[in-house]
């Protein structure tokens, strides 16, 4: 059996069941459900303003679906709060990225790790022993990243000032400090050159392999996900109109006249 079979065979992951968003009169999404198996890479495309970005926002639980639910490792995340959402292995990166630009790549990737800290307030103001040897620990896990993602020459560089693809490299850093179980990617190949996009690919699959991470991909770069992915989820004015390997969803109708206009 292949890995994503092996993958699927052991479960889900992730279920997305008939979530529904909507704004006043708007209906950004209606209905969605699908599921996700271990271990595998999953495109999540449509047109703009499909509703993949509201979805992402609901896994990760900045949005409240006006109804329906979310199973993440079969317990509903409904009730979890966005700020734990960490805590209970969901990873992001944005489409618009999220750093501190005035601090490091060291010290960015380092918040990324918060999730892995027990201490507080008052255990900082003290600088109690243990804190010390916590932040040694994160640090030296922020250091491992860096030498992953090839960071090590702008590790103490202020983030704002380093070209747009190495911030989306310390972004993803940043993500896999908290250890997630899955990572969303919000359009993470968004205004990478042609070798930029070609290199992200390699290291989606390479970080899926490598660190054991099931991955949710939302990009517009067609080649990207379709290289990639070993299931796809394509949504429409927020419907679920096509499911598949991606060869499938390539050749599905609606796919093709969502994207094209046309079934011809």
């Known amino acids: 059996m292949s890995e994503v079979g092996n993958a699927l065979a052991d479960g889900s992951i992730l279920e997305v069941r008939d979530v529904a968003v909507h704004f006043g009169g708007i209906i950004a999404l209606d209905g969605v459900s699908f599921n996700m198996g271990r271990g595998v890479i999953q495109g ?5 303003g499909a509703g993949k ?3 992402f926002n609901c896994l990760s639980r900045l949005y409240i679906p006006t109804s329906g639910d979310i199973l993440f490792e079969g317990k509903s995340i409904m009730r979890t709060a966005p700020h734990k959402i960490a805590d209970i292995g969901i990873g992001r990166t944005f489409q618009n990225l999220a750093l501190f630009r005035t601090m490091s790549v ?4 380092m918040v990324g790790a918060h999730n ?3 201490s507080d307030f008052i255990s900082n103001a003290f600088r109690l022993p243990w804190v010390s040897r916590e932040e040694a620990v994160l640090r030296d896990q922020a250091w491992e990243l860096i030498d992953y993602l090839g960071l090590g020459g702008v590790a103490h560089q202020p983030v704002g000032g380093l070209p747009f693809g190495t911030q989306k490299r310390v972004e993803l850093a940043r993500a896999l400090a908290a250890k997630p179980k899955i990572l969303l990617l919000d359009e993470p190949a968004g205004g990478l050159n042609h070798d930029e996009v070609e290199d992200l690919g390699n290291l989606i699959k390479q970080i899926r392999d490598d660190r054991n991470v099931t991955v949710l991909l939302v990009e517009h770069h067609m080649s990207l996900v379709m ?3 070993d299931q796809v989820v394509a949504i429409d004015f927020g419907r679920k109109i096509g499911e ?4 499938e969803v390539q050749r599905n109708p609606e796919v093709i006249r969502a994207y094209l206009g046309t079934t011809n």
């Not at 999540?44 to 703009?48: M, T």
């Not at 060291?106 to 990737?109: L, M, P, S």
């Not at 598949?244 to 060869?247: A, N, R, S």
Request: charged residues 15%.
């Open 44 to 48: 999540l495309i449509g047109p703009n």
């Open 53 to 55: 970005t509201t979805l």
């Open 106 to 109: 060291v010290d960015n990737i």
């Open 116 to 118: 892995q800290s027990r």
């Open 227 to 229: 290289s990639v992915s």
């Open 244 to 247: 598949g390997t991606p060869e």
